[in-house]
């Protein structure tokens, strides 16, 4: 089942409606199957041609609409056309219909309406649309607007504005398999994974996710050294607390340290301690944090920050389990589990000489590598419902919760953030949303309803040469649709209804090529 009401929203339909109102002044919606009018209410939309609303807003005009549309399909539906320009009688206009197909099944139509086709008597048509619109109880002030309104469609712009409109349903098409893919996705991992959506603190559904849980199911028990590296905001710290408190030391010290909160005199001596009298200051004994965790777990976060000396000294730790505090000669033993983060990559800070490649392969005994927000994104609304219900978990009002629209928008953003970013905005949106009981898409904050129409297709030109319009409009789609898919050319091409080789022709003449793009 097609959901109409979402396409009246979608950038792209937007802008191919601007560009044939500004070029031929015409308007479009969409019937479903049966041609009833969906996704709007004729007497709320404004229309091209001041006529036209006030036709669709009576009943016999309106049922003259449904039938003939319906009967269009029908005929379409045993025919090769993939569309058919008609005659709405009560107006004396003509319509384009053009079908959206999904799996051979015929499940609505776009109507292209308000134009008059050229090749009969311009002078004749506008004298029979008079006629029909005063029949209809038109005012002569309607009358005469709507006659200067009109537009004829020359024949050879017909294969222009058709493809246009073919455009807006492909884009129906599109929407509707990938709403439907993505039910189908959460349906799947819903089936195979139950109820397990939780591991510790942490949240997530997505296969990234399941990928993760399964390995930290494998690594609880071991006592090797785990590396976790992401992005700022990803919940590296979650891992960390999660890998401890489902290991064997779950009863023994749990320590962290940031390595980038201090110098390196400083946070030698936070580690490894010191003795009286080693620096000024040093009014007494101090342990240092390794032998706090002994028999536990350390977190070392933001280890590639650490300098070269220190990380001589971390490297001494994790290979014999001994430290020596500042000031002492005593050598010291600890038996220690060391979990270490960061969102750098060590491997390249190796090749660049920043770090050492010996404690980096002593560290990276188990590699963790955490998805970002923007890779899982079946996880968030389980997230924002999370959030929202933590940040009311004190007040006893109704729970609120966000609206289909909301959580569109949370979609299509890249929360360079990740769940952090995620949480302040459902923090945000709750204060905004002051006693109402959803959240909807305006109490969003700006930078993630504007950098949703960032991402969509921006600027479709509606003045100059057709052609170099629909160029920009391609360009702008093929860029957007590679960046969604990841540049899986095949899977693109598909849903763009072209060839795998004429995606790529069409990709190398924008010179949109994958280093190219992630370079700009």
């Known amino acids: 089942m097609i959901n109409w009401d979402e396409f009246e929203h979608i950038h792209v339909i937007k802008k191919l409606k601007e560009i044939l109102s500004s070029w031929w002044n015409i308007d479009i919606v969409f019937t479903n199957e049966q041609g009833q009018l969906k996704g ?86 506008l004298n029979e649309v008079r006629e029909r619109l005063a029949a209809f109880g038109a005012s002569e002030q309607v009358i005469d607007k709507a006659i200067s309104t009109i537009k004829f469609i020359e024949n050879q712009e017909h294969s222009h504005f058709l493809e246009l409109v073919e455009l807006v349903a492909q884009e129906v098409i599109t929407l509707h398999l990938e709403i439907t893919t993505r039910e189908n996705r959460i349906k799947e991992l819903n089936k195979e994974l139950g109820s397990r959506y939780k591991y510790d603190n942490m949240i997530g559904k997505s296969k990234p996710m399941q990928s993760l849980y399964s390995l930290l199911d494998k690594i609880k028990h071991a006592g090797s050294t785990v590396l976790v590296q992401g992005e700022n905001g990803t919940g590296k710290e979650l891992i960390a607390r999660a890998i401890h408190y489902n290991s064997d030391r779950k009863d023994k010290p749990f320590v962290i340290q940031n390595c980038s909160a201090f110098n390196d005199n400083l946070l030698e001596s936070e580690l490894f301690g010191h003795v009286k009298g080693s620096f000024t200051g040093a009014v007494k004994d101090k342990k240092g944090l390794f032998e706090m965790a002994d028999k536990g777990t350390f977190f070392l976060d933001e280890i590639g920050d650490t300098s070269p000396t220190m990380q001589v000294k971390l490297l001494r730790v994790l290979q014999e389990g001994t430290f020596i505090p500042v000031g002492s000669t005593e050598m010291r033993r600890v038996d220690v589990r060391i979990l270490a983060a960061t969102n750098k990559n060590l491997k390249e800070m190796v090749e660049q000489g920043t770090f050492r490649e010996d404690l980096y392969y002593r560290l990276n005994v188990i590699n963790i590598s ?24 004190n007040e006893s009002n109704v729970r609120k919760a966000l609206t289909k629209r909301a959580l569109e928008k949370l979609y299509d953003y890249s929360w360079p953030g990740n769940v952090r970013e995620l949480q302040n905005e459902m923090e945000r949106a709750l204060v905004l949303s002051g006693a109402e009981s959803k959240i909807t898409a305006d109490m969003l904050s700006p930078k993630v309803l504007e950098a949703n129409e960032k991402g969509k297709v921006q600027g479709a030109r509606v003045h100059g040469r057709l052609k170099d319009a629909l160029e920009d409009l391609e360009k702008e789609m093929i860029k957007v649709g590679l960046r969604r898919t990841g540049w899986n050319k095949s899977k693109l091409a598909k849903e763009l209804g072209i060839s795998r080789a004429g995606l790529i022709m069409k990709v190398e003449k924008y010179g949109l090529d994958k280093r190219k793009m992630l370079k700009g």
């Not at 709320?44 to 549309?69: M, R, Y």
């Not at 045993?78 to 959206?100: C, F, M, N, Q, T």
């Not at 998805?371 to 609304?381: A, M, N, S, T, V």
């Open 40 to 125: 709007m209410a004729p007497q709320s939309v404004k229309f091209c041609n001041p006529a036209v609303s006030a036709l669709l807003t009576k009943n016999a005009a309106s049922e003259n609409l449904t039938d003939l549309v319906s009967k269009t399909l029908e005929e379409l539906r045993h025919s090769e056309h993939r569309y058919s320009i008609r005659k709405w009688d009560p107006a004396g206009y003509d319509l384009a219909i053009v079908p959206i197909t999904i799996d051979n099944d015929f499940m609505g139509s776009v109507v292209a309406m308000g134009f008059l086709n050229s090749s009969d008597s311009a002078s004749n048509r």
């Open 370 to 393: 955490v998805p970002p927000l923007r890779e899982r994104k079946e996880d968030i609304p389980l997230l924002a419902e999370f959030f929202l219900a933590n940040s009311q978990k």
